[in-house]
């Protein structure tokens, strides 16, 4: 994939990808709202063999990918298929200079805009923290609707329980921001 809107640029990433994904992947600031306010603790070693397996089609249909503003990297996401209709998806901007822009809208718009329409899926599904308000307004401004908010379902790396909530956008409630 590689998707291009203005000075967006999203693409696969590779394994010359792993240092700035390994720098992103164990600042817990970054990382904080997955549940891992200490970092994910992964070498760059690791996660190069992680994106090996998914260029070699190792994982199928499980794709991670670099968001760059003029060419420079704010975040990354992804998308796996649950089934043959439906996938999943993350996004995190981890550059804070560049969060509260309205980039998420406009970079989300165009990764769906492809799952629905070239890579043909009829549902797209995630979750967010249940505190993660800024991504729950986001999510529903692209037409994502609430399916079900999951009250103390899991301990994040300090012990703490979380909540989440579940979303599904289909193609006929997405609102593109393109």
Known sequence: MNLTYKDLLIRDATVE???QLCTWWNDGKVMEHAGFPNGLG???NEIRKQLLNNETGKLPKNQRHIIFYKNIPIGEM???EINVDTCEIGIKICDFSMQNKGLGKIILSLFIDTLF????YSKIILDTDLNNRRAQHVYEELGFKK???NKDSWKDQLGNWRSSVDYE??????VSFL
């Open 78 to 80: 992804n998308y796996r």
């Open 17 to 19: 990808d792993a240092e």
């Open 42 to 44: 992964i070498t760059a």
């Open 147 to 149: 399916t079900q908010i």
């Open 169 to 174: 956008l289909t193609q006929e409630s997405f």
């Open 117 to 120: 329409n070239k890579l043909g």
